[in-house]
């Protein structure tokens, strides 16, 4: 595939839901929005700033399209704007604008929705903003709707409008959303806020608890555990839709700047970068990937690497399913697993198939509560222990915080190399859990921005797994050296 014209651009309207703190009412605004959309026949795509698993869910939930995750830590900025044009095209929102030229451009009823992380200005590096969701506006040239809990103020809610909008290098915020706020007491707000600062309010939810959402330790609870989910989200809209100044927030989103064509979708730039072939038709192979309540966390990235490197992924459920699907290799995302423990123990058929598989040196890669389910045991937060696949050593438990959190970049921890990862080569992730295990693995050294170091990771034959989240394209030949052993693993049985 010849490489993109790095000077064309592409014109893509879009927008960014941020807010000044977390539990601001971002995931719900986005979704209501993204309802509205939806019913007014507006294509939309759905992002989320930053490394979040769980908020993606809700956008997929509604739009029934992937929601990609836009991280600049993990991806860089060419990496995001390869991430956002590859979920626009497969949301319709990006189209081709003439086969020859294969140019692409935004349609006229299609839009960009990305949804914040934390507070606007929070990030991580020394000026506590790098990878925030102000950076990742500042670096898409993003308009910003501010969505802002006016609860329990009036004139106060008009001043941290004006003070958000005010602060920073690029002042990118161009709306305000209003939640928890009755639409007279909205009305007034948006007179003030409109007045000193220029900034209109566009819409505002009034506090309902039938559209609340709830939380638990790794942020909100998974769409699927929460009771009429759509419902809920109908009603924030029909809520959303009374007051939102829809056209206003359309012309913003139009507005929004063009931006570089970027890198290719299908990461075939990345792997001719890294001298990495692509794969033929014999090279293709079959993934196995855990999906269902318990294993769900998953960057679309990740999976779209893995795909461009000759894998047919096959969904299966570790709860349900008698045992793994017929494949090459296996990948376990994170999860909840200690919330299905029993679930995950009674499901004996499905344990013993891991276990032979890996015991025949089936290739397996395993993050976080994938970690949780390959080890012997897992203790709840009840103390229940409950067993599991009993593929590595150790069991893991509960804790009353969070163990390890936040971005890494993870190297080998000796010069020979770790597993999938090669000697010299470093891989980019992040850890956020509250459970810890007996036997965390040190065949990797983890590294923060901030300096601090611990090892991880466990290596047995085939098999590489441990706590950290990996982000496989900052390290293509991770993946590579994974979808490699899959395919010797498939030759091996064939013999």
Not at 36 to 60: N, S, T, V, W
Not at 462 to 475: F, K, N, Q, T
Request: glycine share 12%; aromatic share 8%; charged share 20%.
């Amino acid at each position: 595939m010849k490489a993109p014209d790095k000077t064309e651009t592409i014109r893509l309207p879009r927008i960014m839901i941020a807010a000044p703190a977390s539990g601001s009412g971002k995931t719900l605004i986005t979704c209501a929005l993204l309802r509205i959309l939806q019913r007014k026949g507006i294509r939309a795509a759905a992002f989320k700033c930053g490394p979040d698993y769980i908020d993606p869910m809700f956008h997929r939930k509604v739009l029934h399209t992937p929601s990609r995750n836009l991280d600049l830590y993990l991806a860089g900025e060419e990496g995001v704007l390869r991430s956002l044009a590859a979920g626009c095209r497969e949301a319709g929102v990006l189209q081709k604008d003439g086969a020859e030229r294969g140019a692409w451009s935004g349609t006229a009823d299609g839009i960009a929705v990305i949804e914040g992380v934390m507070g606007y200005y929070d990030g991580t590096g020394p000026s506590g903003m790098t990878g925030s969701s102000y950076h990742l506006a500042k670096v898409t040239k993003t308009p910003v709707i501010l969505a802002a809990d006016a609860r329990g103020m009036s004139r106060s809610a008009a001043a941290l409008i004006r003070g958000f909008s005010e602060y920073g290098e690029e002042r990118l915020i161009r709306g305000a959303i209003l939640n928890k706020v009755s639409p007279s007491m909205a009305e007034m707000i948006g007179g003030w806020t409109l007045e000193e600062s220029g900034i209109p309010v566009l819409g505002s939810l009034r506090r309902d608890g039938k559209i609340s959402l709830e939380s638990r330790h790794l942020g909100l609870v998974q769409p699927s555990e929460i009771p009429a989910f759509l419902n809920r989200i109908d009603l924030a809209a029909d809520m959303l839709e009374e007051t939102l100044d829809l056209q206003a927030l359309l012309d913003i989103a139009n507005a929004a700047p063009p931006l570089p064509a970027g890198p290719d979708a299908d990461f075939s730039d990345l792997l001719r970068a890294a001298g990495i072939p692509a794969p033929g038709g014999a090279d293709r192979f079959v993934l196995a990937v855990a999906r269902d309540e318990a294993f769900s966390f998953y960057y679309e990235d990740n999976l779209d690497l893995l795909r461009g490197l000759g894998a047919e992924i096959v969904f299966f459920s570790p709860l349900r399913d008698p045992a793994l699907p017929g494949a090459d290799g296996l990948l376990l995302g994170g999860g909840y697993p200690e919330l299905w423990g029993k679930e995950l123990e009674d499901n004996v058929s499905m344990r013993e198939s891991i276990r032979t598989a890996a015991g025949r040196g089936m290739p397996v890669l395993a993050e976080c509560g994938g970690f949780q389910y390959l080890q012997k045991t897992l203790e709840d937060a009840q103390g229940r222990t409950f067993a599991m696949a009993g593929v590595l050593e150790g069991g893991s438990f509960m804790t009353d915080r969070l163990v390890r959190f936040g971005y890494a970049a993870f190297t080998p921890a000796q010069e020979a190399g770790a597993g999938y990862l090669q000697p010299g080569h470093s891989i980019r992730g992040h850890e956020f859990h509250y459970s810890d295990s007996t036997a965390n693995g040190r065949v990797c050294r983890a590294a923060k921005p901030n300096g601090r170091t611990w090892n991880c990771m466990a290596l047995r034959g085939r098999i590489m797994a441990g706590y950290p989240h990996l982000y496989y394209p900052s390290d293509p030949v991770f993946a590579q050296q994974f979808a490699a052993a899959c395919r010797a693993y498939r030759k091996e049985r064939q013999m």
